[in-house]
């Protein structure tokens, strides 16, 4: 669906308000996709870079993950043009990715500085009329089965009209670490039921625990709200928040689609997560599982538990020559790669830079991105 | 030492014979070294390439192989200025790296296609006189002890002007099993042995079995003997490859210093080392055992062995950042190579191809190489 264009939103070139068109203000019932699109991606280093983070590389597909995630939401019978929420560095290949896809983004919020997602969401959410319900996502996980999300969504709605927040929990087939927990309370409606607790990556023992009792969810970070009652949470359990971004906001300058917000209002915004700063502490908390063939293709591990394993259980890209090898992720987009005789390892190769880790053990990426921005490598640009 | 450039080389465009300068002819009782540059190294790869072998690449040091091999007999007062045996292909990047380094060659034989070792000593030899001693030595080895080189150069030199034909053992510091293994028989003279058995390379057991007699040298390829020795026992014991090269010779072509004999003669020649050619089978072979810190450098692991270890016991090169690894072999000339949390583990980046393997195996380059060479992967050239 082609976002509208009318005269008055070319005309406001300084401040936000309220700069959806009038012509849908209060009565296109559509949901409005917000996409965050400002992570950097360092745990997919090398293929991750500053310049080209995760969400615009092709990491699962033909298409890069962005482009994926709002293929997801291109059903103009249920969903607007979204709004994406970008950091300024990144505007130029945003665009460029949507229009070789043919996907058109209603509003491009330029992200001043990056201050975590509540923040983040709050100035899509300042963006949109108090009613309009906002579907907010990461642009950078992978979904299978995108049918599946969209009756979700739909599940969902209802109770998100009524005023509640509401987090989409992702069926747990694993006792992962890595990701946090939403425990399930009594149902509200079919497939509905209130978020009793949100629970941070746990041990092993705590998630195997989780995995057994049957109750618990994985917290996937796609959300549901009324842009008002979102703000309404916000601005009673995180008012200096609130209060940053709506003087962002007030002072934003907007340049046809792309909107800046004030970038010395913004950095004064506390850099805290959705899930920190409201999720966990409101009232009128729904959670709605879903079993979509998620993942948050968060880490070279993720991306080898997704990808196709060959009959040696190796993840294999192009370029790359494995012998007597055994479940490893090869990947190249530079030199050719061979193996011989090694197992459980990940090898991600680039033009310029070459990372050699065991499997299982990949978020020990941070450790070299550490040891790279120390000085200041030009293989993170 | 300037090689003798008398007028009757220069003339000789064509035959090989004698083609030693008259000067020297039965006067100059310096030794010739003969320099074998014909490998091709692909036991190193993706380093070594066909353009451009282990020999001629600075693995241990500032200098190639081969450079740091001419050194060893660069003094005048000993030594002849060498020939070398190169494959065509070859001469104009020895030639470069001998001018670079300001030495000189007094002959470039250019082997027209690899016969193994018997059949290019033989070209040599016959580019000598028949008196003349000739220090047979492959181009590729380590050798951190050139004194002990020398002394025990020296210390064969009465044994192989009797017409001996001597070999250098190298006196093992583990049971290596991909090493030949010469036996020592009767003392000869101080520090000279009969040779009494060569082994090929023999399993492990059998290697630890030689290690605790202590009668057991490795059969380091070096090798020293008067031209006419060697041409009578090839004679005698490869009387194919005698003729065959006889006539390749005889239908040489010579340019300056360097001399192309005939390929389709040589051709003929049956591709035998010199161990198996005349070393096993000929009468009076000695053995003189030197402890001069050699290594064949032939291996990723024999890179490793002689490498300078870090803390962790890695041997790494430039452009590598290894982190929490441990007894790693990592190499880069071509993208930044980081590794974390990898033990035991080689890694070898170009421009164009990285290998990965287990330490301890590196032999097994060799079934990538073959797979690389059915394809005709351009990283092998």
Redesign the interface.
């Given at each position: 669906v082609d976002p509208p264009s009318g005269g008055q939103r070319r005309c406001q070139s300084k401040g936000w308000g309220r700069i959806v068109s009038a012509e849908q203000d209060g009565q296109d019932r559509r949901i409005t996709p917000v996409i965050l699109s400002g992570g950097a991606g360092t745990r997919l280093w090398?293929r991750s870079r500053t310049s080209k983070p995760k969400q615009m590389l092709p990491l699962t597909g033909s298409e890069t993950m962005l482009q994926m995630t709002m293929r997801r939401v291109a059903d103009a019978a249920l969903f607007r043009a979204p709004m994406l929420v970008v950091s300024e560095q990144h505007a130029a290949i945003v665009d460029a990715q949507l229009s070789e896809a043919g996907l058109a983004a209603d509003l491009l919020i330029l992200e001043p500085s990056g201050r975590n997602t509540a923040p983040a969401i709050a100035l899509a959410a300042m963006a949109a009329n108090a009613d309009d319900l906002l579907l907010v996502m990461p642009s950078d996980h992978r979904i299978t089965d995108p049918d599946s999300f969209t009756a979700a969504v739909e599940r969902a709605s209802a109770i998100a009209s009524e005023g509640w927040l509401v987090t989409f929990g992702i069926r747990p087939d694993r006792p992962e670490t890595g990701y946090g927990y939403i425990k399930r309370g009594e149902a509200l409606m079919t497939g509905v039921f209130r978020a009793e607790q949100f629970i941070e990556k746990p041990d092993a023992a705590t998630a195997q625990a989780y995995i057994d009792q049957g109750d618990y969810e994985w917290n996937g970070g796609i959300f549901l709200f009324k842009a008002g009652a979102f703000l309404a949470a916000l601005e009673r359990h995180a008012p200096a928040i609130h209060a940053a971004v709506r003087e962002a906001a007030d002072g934003a300058t907007r340049d046809q689609r792309r909107v800046r917000p004030d970038g010395k209002a913004f950095a004064n915004a506390p850099a805290i997560s959705i899930d920190h700063a409201v999720m966990e502490l409101a009232d009128r908390i729904a959670v709605v599982p879903v079993d979509m063939g998620w993942s948050d293709a968060g880490s070279w591990d993720a991306i080898y538990e997704i990808g196709e394993k060959d009959s040696e259980g190796n993840v294999l890209g192009s370029d790359v020559?494995a012998?007597?090898s055994r479940n490893c992720l090869l990947q190249?987009s530079?030199?050719?790669?061979?193996?011989?005789?090694?197992e459980d390892?990940v090898?991600i190769?680039?033009?310029?830079?070459?990372?050699?880790?065991?499997r299982g053990?990949t978020q020990?990426?941070r450790?070299?991105v550490d040891?790279?921005r120390e000085r200041s490598?030009p293989?993170l640009n």
């Open positions: 090398p020559l012998l007597d190249s530079g030199p050719l790669l061979v193996t011989v005789g090694v390892l090898v190769a680039t033009d310029d830079a070459i990372l050699v880790l065991p053990q020990r990426v450790a070299a040891a790279l490598d293989t």
